[in-house]
């Protein structure tokens, strides 16, 4: 994997070939089927992260979520899989233009009622939500990564949650001990390396 790709999946590059893939994954008795593509985070397979995260917060949560904002949505698949089993109405949001039109492809693929929007973090957010999850653009930079997990607060329900997933070696310490300050802040499950976290406003 070079620097170049690297780059692509939170950026765009109107040069880059397409070269569609076929991505499946199953829980609860129920089949996914994504559409990636180059230029795009884990175009090959569903991402380890993104999938302990979907399965820990499936199992651990017990509120009623109605409304799921995906923040760094990729081709969509953390909004798909928790939108449809939930079930609850999700919105994605990227700075990734293929990866906005892919998480349109997939969301009637997988027949999920969805908003997908272009959005620089949240500056095209205007609603509040009982649940922001996210897989944050690590190689971004701390500085995009940190403005994801402080800036959710402000788009948060009174009752909601934000969840999301960073490796040991990514920071994920440092992250639990900066963003206590302003959440109550959990490591809710560990595994290979990836730091599950569920941070809450009160």
Same mark, same amino acid.
């Given at each position: 994997?070079?620097?170049?790709?690297?780059?692509?999946? +939170?950026?765009? =590059? $109107?040069?880059?070939k397409?070269?569609?893939?076929?991505?499946?994954?199953?829980i *609860? %008795?129920? &089949?996914?089927?994504?559409?990636s593509?180059?230029?795009? +985070?884990?175009? =090959? $397979?569903?991402?380890?992260?993104?999938?302990?995260l979907?399965?820990?917060?499936? *199992? %651990?949560? &017990?509120?009623?979520?109605?409304?799921?904002?995906?923040?760094?949505?990729?081709y969509?698949?953390?909004?798909?899989?928790?939108?449809?089993?939930?079930?609850?109405?999700?919105?994605f949001?990227?700075?990734?233009?293929?990866?906005?039109?892919?998480?349109?492809?997939?969301?009637k693929?997988?027949?999920?009622?969805?908003?997908?929007?272009?959005?620089?973090?949240?500056?095209?957010?205007?609603?509040?939500?009982?649940?922001?999850?996210?897989?944050?653009?690590?190689?971004a930079?701390?500085?995009?990564?940190?403005e994801?997990?402080?800036?959710a607060?402000?788009?948060?329900?009174?009752?909601?949650?934000?969840?999301?997933?960073?490796?040991?070696?990514?920071?994920?310490?440092?992250?639990?001990?900066?963003?206590?300050?302003?959440?109550?802040i959990?490591?809710?499950k560990?595994?290979?390396?990836?730091?599950?976290?569920?941070?809450?406003?009160?």
């Amino acid at each position: 994997m070079n620097g170049d790709f690297l780059e692509h999946y +939170f950026t765009n =590059n $109107k040069d880059l070939k397409s070269e569609f893939r076929i991505l499946t994954y199953e829980i *609860k %008795q129920k &089949t996914f089927t994504f559409i990636s593509d180059n230029g795009v +985070f884990s175009k =090959n $397979k569903i991402d380890f992260g993104s999938q302990l995260l979907v399965e820990t917060f499936l *199992k %651990q949560n &017990t509120k009623k979520i109605t409304t799921v904002l995906d923040v760094g949505c990729g081709y969509g698949f953390i909004g798909i899989v928790l939108s449809a089993l939930l079930p609850a109405h999700a919105t994605f949001i990227d700075v990734n233009k293929r990866a906005l039109h892919l998480t349109e492809k997939n969301c009637k693929e997988n027949k999920v009622s969805a908003e997908v929007l272009f959005s620089d973090i949240y500056e095209n957010i205007q609603k509040s939500y009982d649940l922001i999850i996210t897989n944050p653009p690590i190689r971004a930079g701390k500085k995009v990564v940190y403005e994801i997990l402080q800036k959710a607060k402000e788009h948060l329900n009174a009752d909601g949650e934000l969840w999301f997933v960073i490796r040991r070696e990514q920071g994920a310490k440092s992250a639990l001990r900066d963003l206590g300050a302003i959440y109550t802040i959990d490591v809710i499950k560990k595994e290979h390396g990836f730091y599950i976290f569920r941070a809450k406003t009160s």
